[in-house]
């Protein structure tokens, strides 16, 4: 529990450094007393540009992909305190440069770091708990701080380094970080061997996430279930992949009582015993506690995967959707390749994933978020490693995600965010259909349909030298573009119907009624997040009804977001009435909640009214007199 304290300290102070963008004074004064005191400065004549090739490259990021995962997001909160010309950089044992904000140095040896690990006064010096400053011949410094394993030994380097001198506030920063990937890595352990003890224990099923779905751990009543040898078969992958239905969050909160399991070819039905969400200093977690159900069980009627038709969730009258429905039904009995384009959140994976339903293919739809990925991990995420290919893998190797895939759907999502090397990789699959693992040499041919989204003009993305112009021709066999939600307002009843609907069946509450002055509100709003944004605005609304109504000038905030920054800017009258409208809407004409929702007086409101000639309705000028 001290060590959970400790680490919950450090993430507030992190949490304010971020906000204030100022390190405080006492925590200078310690870093110079117990690091800059006692550090050992090395000068060094030479600086080597040794970098490994991409398949060691691939091997050593494979080996150490879970610390990568926890390191990285500290990394780049690090690197937003720092100025441009400062990198911050972490290393294998080895001085191998796994990681930093500045990618192109990823795959370089470090020289210093690759010097403490073949100097045993210098491992020593470290272990002591004080840092390793290095300056270069050309000018170059650097500063080292180890992070060390259970055992003592040191697994990886943290280090800044400038062409200019680093001063206290950066080596301030190293040293906040460098203790805070220390207690995340040690509570990671502690948290795998806690909740290894209990899980097993447990004599039904269960799966722990993260707050992005990733699977934490699993027991061994698990293991049984699904014919799975080791535990590290399943971690770090989406459990999303092994359920049919939504993502675990979405399925799981919804009450749902069955779903299937998919896993290693077995499709095993399911019944849900206990559910429970937990707050971690890593973010929210889930516990799931199943059990498998005989084959010939018949699976719930309300369940979501029971649905008849695939392109049921798709709700539209619109002409536009509804032949970009016929065209997804035609191209589902297809095996070409789909290019779905978008503004972010008109519903490309929903569409997708009714893609793949409908194709009748055996295997699993395996959404992939090209952009979420670490670009050093892509290849072994995708594609997966071979056992025994490097220290510490795992004996079994790593399926990638194309590996799952087999007989079904990839959805290649935010498409245009893929690195520009790996591009070349995922041309020479749609080639030939066939991959190989890192450190291995046999190639798989797998029957995998893919479907790529993209929320980017990629024609641009060509121009500019980002996207590869003949994988853009090898996507784009059919190509479907989702319209903005605001093109297609008369869908907006039939949407806010539909989520209401489903709303009243996830949280087993009698549906509110939607008001027609409240339903013209957000066919008046232009939702710049599209389907997604309407979604969260009826969830958030559905939960705060009152009286069993639904009220949402709460959620004006965007509007005059917008409105205040027309003020601030030459946008014209036009643009200024539009956000001003549509603040009064949110508000449903309250000038007095408009006036607080934007910080000015009633008046200020009154004379911005008159000035853009916008009046009150009539209706609503009796129903919200003042």
């Known amino acids: 529990m001290q060590g959970k304290a400790h680490l919950q300290n450090l993430e507030i102070l992190w949490r304010d450094i971020k906000e204030k963008h100022r390190i405080p004074d006492q925590i200078i004064a310690e870093t110079e007393e117990k690091i800059m005191?006692?550090?050992?400065?090395?000068?060094?004549a030479e600086r080597t540009h040794h970098i490994i090739n991409s398949e060691e490259l691939q091997h050593r990021l494979a080996e150490h992909c879970e610390a990568l995962f926890l390191s990285?997001?500290?990394?780049?909160?690090?690197?937003?305190?720092?100025?441009s010309d400062i990198k911050i950089i972490i290393t294998d044992p080895n001085g191998i440069v796994l990681s930093s904000q500045c990618e192109d140095i990823v795959g370089f040896l470090c020289p210093a770091a690759e010097l403490i690990y073949s100097d045993a006064k210098m491992r020593e010096h470290l272990e002591m708990g004080s840092a390793i400053q290095i300056t270069y011949e050309d000018g170059m410094c650097s500063q080292l701080l180890p992070i060390f394993n259970e055992q003592g030994r040191i697994v990886h380097f943290w280090g800044v380094s400038s062409y200019h001198p680093i001063d206290k506030e950066i080596t301030s920063i190293l040293y906040i970080v460098t203790q805070l990937a220390q207690q995340r890595y040690n509570y990671a352990i502690l948290l795998n061997q806690y909740t290894s003890s209990f899980m097993d224990a447990m004599s039904e099923c269960a799966i722990l996430i993260d707050e992005k779905g990733r699977i934490l751990n699993v027991n061994e009543r698990l293991l049984q279930l699904t014919g799975t040898s080791s535990k590290n078969l399943l971690k770090g992958l989406s459990f999303g992949q092994f359920i049919s239905g939504d993502s675990p969050y979405k399925l799981f909160q919804g009450h749902e009582k069955y779903f299937y399991l998919n896993c290693w070819?077995?499709?095993?039905?399911?019944?849900?015993?206990?559910?429970?969400?937990?707050?971690?200093?890593?973010g929210r977690q889930m516990l799931i506690l199943f059990n498998g159900l005989p084959e010939e069980e018949p699976l719930a009627l309300e369940s979501p995967n029971a649905l008849v038709d695939p392109f049921e969730s798709i709700v539209t009258n619109s002409a536009e959707m509804l032949e970009i429905k016929h065209i997804a039904k035609k191209a589902a009995k297809s095996a070409a390749n789909i290019l779905i384009e978008g503004e972010s959140?008109?519903?490309?994976?929903?569409?997708?994933?009714?893609?793949?339903?409908?194709?009748?293919?055996?295997?699993?739809?395996?959404?992939?978020?090209?952009?979420?990925?670490?670009?050093?991990?892509?290849?072994?995420?995708?594609?997966?490693?071979?056992?025994?290919?490097?220290?510490?893998?795992n004996k079994q190797g790593h399926m990638g995600k194309f590996e799952l895939a087999d007989g079904g759907t990839v959805f290649l999502d935010e498409i245009s965010e893929m690195p520009f090397e790996m591009q070349v990789n995922l041309l020479r699959f749609l080639q030939d259909r066939t991959i190989t693992r890192i450190g291995g040499k046999e190639e798989k041919k797998l029957d995998v349909r893919i479907i790529a989204a993209t929320n980017k003009n990629l024609a641009d993305e060509i121009q500019k030298g980002r996207f590869r112009e003949d994988l853009y021709y090898r996507l784009n066999v059919i190509s479907i573009t989702l319209p903005p939600l605001r093109e297609r307002k008369g869908d907006i009843p039939l949407l806010a119907d539909y989520f209401l609907d489903c709303m009243a069946a996830q949280y087993e509450e009698p549906r509110p009624a939607l008001e027609p002055e409240m339903?013209?509100?957000?066919?008046?709003?232009?939702?710049?997040?599209?389907?997604r944004e309407l979604q969260n605005t009826i969830e958030k609304a559905f939960v705060l009804a009152e009286n069993g109504k639904l009220n949402f000038y709460r959620f004006g905030q965007q509007?005059?977001?917008?409105?205040?920054s027309c003020m601030q800017t030459d946008l014209s009258e036009a643009d200024a009435k539009e956000q001003l409208e549509q603040v009064l809407l949110f508000n449903n004409w309250n000038v007095t909640r408009t006036?607080?929702?934007?910080?000015?007086?009633r008046q200020t409101v009154y004379r911005r009214m008159k000035q853009y000639g916008i009046s009150i309705p009539s209706q609503s000028a009796r129903e919200y007199s003042q």
């Open 265 to 282: 070819a077995k499709r095993i039905l399911c019944y849900v015993v206990n559910v429970q969400a937990m707050e971690t200093p890593f």
């Open 595 to 601: 006036a607080k929702q934007l910080n000015v007086t």
């Open 559 to 564: 509007a005059a977001h917008n409105f205040s």
């Open 519 to 531: 339903l013209a509100m957000l066919k008046r709003y232009d939702w710049p997040g599209n389907v």
């Open 345 to 393: 959140g008109t519903g490309k994976e929903v569409l997708a994933e009714a893609i793949h339903r409908a194709s009748g293919r055996q295997g699993r739809f395996v959404a992939i978020n090209c952009g979420a990925i670490p670009s050093q991990l892509v290849q072994s995420e995708l594609f997966g490693y071979e056992g025994g290919a490097f220290t510490g893998a």
């Open 37 to 44: 005191k006692n550090s050992m400065r090395i000068n060094i």
């Open 72 to 83: 990285d997001p500290l990394l780049w909160d690090a690197a937003s305190q720092v100025s």
